[in-house]
């Protein structure tokens, strides 16, 4: 890597060659300026005010300007005669814990490299110092015509060295805070909790920049003549809208649980029950059972039968016990009940056939009555025919 800075570390009486060296560099795609009539480069030229004409590089000087808008020129030699003594030096001048550096100053990054052979035992020295006493090393630094403050650490096996911005050049956050007040609540909290513990562990190494690789497809494909790649899909804006902050974290929780691998189904130590609608049943409660006709008329034509036989039965047995004259009125009756149980399977039959004319029940109830008439006249019979007996 090519060095933008030679110097020395200053370390006490220790004295560092080091080069310095970029760690952090662009990988932003750039574009540049085109005419949109003929596609031609727009350049920018640097252009006196005063006569108009184009001035080159060597011909471009510093200067300041004042209040009144008058310039006040400013050489090298000027900036070169100030007392300067971190102008080839980094002078450390502290060593602090990490943690008392505001993060807020981080800037620009740099390796430092030992410069040399003997600058190697120095180097390493300093190294193995930091990492021992697990602190920092603050330093003054002089780059590119004004003094800067820088950080120390070790990365690795290197020392880098972070630009830091001085404590004047922060800005108060005055007025960025919201001014309502606010109560959280533990419930709240201990979701945060839960959603930082899910997405707090990551290979940041695995980290990349998303919109530059789409940016790079993109050119590739007109590059080679093809068309442009089709617009993605707006996402639904958020703003302006109130939500549920306890749904939209246990939400949170579950779907980072999922990305992971890991159960999602519990949120802060509860579990969160899940509903199946159970659509079979319901569908089965909704529908109504279609009547079988046929099956019906079948069964009340059989209960009819059975009522019109039963008593014909009982009014047969009774009447075989009178005597032995009986038995040819029995029989009669017999060969009757016979043929009042074809006629009433014939009856039934019918009725069951005229299901849209009477009913079943209409049919069954006129099978009853027959067959409740026809025992009572089969007794009638039977007494007309017993002979009687003469007292001696």
């Not at 780059?143 to 404590?167: K, T």
Request: aromatic content about 4%; overall charge positive; charged content about 30%.
């Amino acid at each position: 890597m090519r060095s933008i800075w030679n110097g020395a570390i200053s370390f006490g009486l220790v004295s560092i060659p080091i080069k310095l060296v970029n760690a952090t560099e662009s990988r932003s795609v750039s574009f540049r300026q085109i005419h949109l009539e003929d596609g031609g480069r727009v350049r920018y030229r640097k252009v006196c005010e005063l006569d108009g004409e184009e001035v080159s590089a060597a011909e471009i000087g510093k200067a300041y300007e004042d209040a009144d808008g008058s310039m006040i020129p400013i050489t090298d030699e000027d900036l070169a005669a100030l007392p300067l003594p971190t102008a080839k030096t980094i002078e450390i001048v502290a060593f602090v814990p990490a943690g008392e550096i505001d993060p807020l100053q981080m800037d620009a990054a740099y390796y430092l490299s030992a410069n040399g052979v003997p600058a190697a035992k120095p180097y390493t020295l300093l190294r193995e110092a930091l990492k021992r006493s697990d602190k920092v090393a603050v330093a003054k630094y002089a780059l590119r015509g004004r003094e800067r403050l820088g950080m120390l650490r070790v990365v690795d096996d290197v020392i880098a060295m972070h630009g830091l911005l001085w404590p004047d050049e922060i800005r108060a956050p005055e007025g960025v805070a919201p001014e309502t007040p606010v109560t959280v609540r533990d419930a709240e909290l201990d979701l945060a909790d839960a959603l930082m513990a899910t997405l707090g562990e990551v290979d940041i190494t695995g980290l990349h920049d998303d919109y530059r690789e789409a940016v790079e497809e993109m050119i590739a494909a007109k590059a080679e003549g093809g068309a442009a790649l089709a617009p993605a899909e707006p996402e639904t804006e958020g703003g302006g809208q109130v939500i549920d902050l306890m749904a939209a974290l246990e939400s949170s929780v579950r779907a980072a649980k999922e990305a992971r691998g890991e159960p999602g189904g519990e949120a802060a130590g509860e579990k969160v029950a899940e509903v199946t609608e159970l659509t079979s049943r319901k569908k089965a409660a909704r529908a109504p059972a279609a009547p079988k006709e046929t099956g019906a008329k079948k069964s009340t034509a059989r209960t009819a039968a059975k009522k019109t036989a039963a008593p014909a039965r009982k009014s047969t047995s009774r009447t075989a016990s009178g005597g032995s004259s009986a038995k040819g009125t029995a029989k009669s009756t017999a060969t009757k009940s016979t043929a009042t149980k074809s006629t009433a399977k014939s009856t039934a039959a019918g009725s069951a056939a005229k299901g849209a004319a009477k009913s079943p029940a209409r049919s069954a109830a006129r099978g009853s009555a027959k067959s409740a008439a026809e025992p009572a006249a089969t007794k009638r019979q039977a007494k007309k025919a017993t002979p009687r007996k003469r007292s001696a």
